[in-house]
């Protein structure tokens, strides 16, 4: 068996082929994925991030504590712990010393350090990130950098042999290989937006923001993150595709953030019961619009709630994910040429991607908003947080970019107007009850 896989790697990896050692020295066959490995192997960093958070002492809530060592009342003694963790990198541009990586990697990180395969350390400057991707772009100021070439991850297929290469538990750079188990992975709750390339190459802790490379040597995913019931590597890890990598990085690298504009609709999956409701075949794929917002990108268009839309610029569209995902991938003003079903009749709707539903001035809605760009959820089932300024209200209550309100005082929130109206007369205090991750929880903001 191992001898069939080894001599199918040997095929399928022709161009670097040339260059490995084909016989020992008693002339026996000697495969070897050492070449490809020297190919990469320069391209991937460790990732050292150092973070100083502030934590509270519950001595210092207790009376007799505050009075045994003459503490004034209210008075607070600041305290702070230095933390240290480990990720992986990617060098995308050796000229301009750009390097990627996952966003939660380097997220509110006070400093953040690149150390090379060959030993080198710099300092990594944040040049932006995406949250809802799970993408950073650092910046380091090195010469004689070996960059990898993003691949055009839709040319993957299922079973093709890839590699993946990081800093698992801070061990420095692995190499570990296996296969592409799977494509289009969505659902998982780990991210805002998930198209993600499933591998059985083990993935592990440490690994996030690593390369996962072809048997050509090219980038075809950024590693982010395990399916781990154990605590460790089951054979199940995801990477983001190069593709959507690309998008991000872009505008990060053009705008210093990710300028994500939206259709402006609810969608769902199209099921079979709907699909008879709608007398359209039960065996259709494609996704429901719910509802279209007013003077939004899909309105202007001539949208309208019951379309079913079956495609993208030619491309088949299954689920209300893939919809997500290919409209998110695109920037503001981009065009888009969608097929759709309306009463049993196919038709090709031109459409622009339009600036997010969003507050200008969320202080209007409370104070405790202030310094936070919020906008509608696209599933219309919430208000997302999608910015935070530094130092301002929003971060001191509690609320981080990515939350997404879901109700206020007790009350439903489907979007802004419902959010304003939950929290019209409360002064002093504000409960929320937000997703964060894929996790629920209450937030009191006073």
Not at 35 to 58: A, C, E, H, M
Not at 362 to 374: E, M, P, T, V
């Amino acid at each position: 068996m191992k001898s069939w896989f080894f001599a199918l790697v040997m095929v399928l990896s022709m161009p670097a082929m040339a260059a490995w050692p084909l016989a020992d020295a008693e002339g026996k066959p000697l495969p070897s994925l050492a070449p490809l490995v020297d190919q990469v192997s320069g391209s991937v960093v460790n990732i050292s991030t150092f973070t100083t958070r502030q934590i509270s002492n519950p001595l210092l809530n207790d009376p007799f504590f505050r009075r045994f060592f003459q503490l004034p009342p209210g008075q607070q003694v600041p305290q702070s712990r230095r933390t240290q963790s480990a990720g992986s990198g990617v060098i995308i541009d050796a000229a301009k010393g750009i390097v990627v990586t996952n966003h939660h990697v380097v997220d509110g990180a006070d400093e953040v350090t690149v150390q090379l395969a060959d030993g080198r350390s710099f300092k990594g400057q944040v040049l932006g990130s995406d949250p809802e991707v799970d993408i950073a772009v650092l910046k380091i100021d090195a010469r004689d950098l070996q960059a990898l070439k993003l691949a055009n991850s839709e040319q993957l297929r299922v079973g093709d042999f890839v590699m993946a290469l990081g800093n698992p538990f801070g061990l420095g750079q692995t190499v570990t290989t296996g296969v592409v188990s799977a494509l289009g992975r969505t659902g998982l709750g780990i991210e805002g937006y998930e198209n993600f390339i499933q591998t059985d190459a083990s993935i592990n802790p440490g690994n996030s923001g690593g390369a996962l490379v072809d048997l050509h040597g090219d980038l075809v995913g950024i590693n982010t993150a395990i399916l781990a019931p154990s605590g460790g590597n089951v054979g199940i890890g995801f990477a983001i595709p190069a593709n959507m990598a690309r998008a991000s990085i872009e505008q990060i690298l053009e705008h210093g953030e990710v300028r994500r504009g939206q259709l402006g609709v609810v969608i769902q999956d199209l099921t079979p019961d709907l699909a008879a409701a709608f007398d359209i075949d039960k065996h259709q794929r494609g996704v429901l619009i719910a509802e279209v917002q007013k003077d939004s990108a899909a309105d202007k268009a001539g949208m309208k709630a019951g379309d079913v839309v079956i495609s993208i610029d030619g491309k088949p569209v299954e689920s209300a994910a893939a919809l997500r995902n290919a409209v998110g991938v695109r920037r503001i003003g981009d065009k888009l040429r969608l097929t759709v079903l309306r009463e049993g009749k196919t038709r090709e709707i031109k459409a622009r991607i339009g600036e997010p539903v969003q507050v200008a001035g969320s202080k209007q809605i409370h104070r405790y908003f202030d310094g936070a760009r919020l906008q509608n959820a696209d599933n219309g089932e919430g208000v997302v947080v999608a910015q935070i300024e530094p130092d301002s209200a929003a971060l001191a209550a509690g609320l981080r970019p990515g939350d997404v309100i879901v109700s206020a005082n007790r009350q439903r929130v489907r979007n802004v107007d419902d959010l304003r109206a939950a929290v019209r007369g409360s002064d002093a205090r504000l409960l929320l009850r937000i997703l964060r991750g894929n996790v629920a929880l209450y937030l009191v903001l006073q």
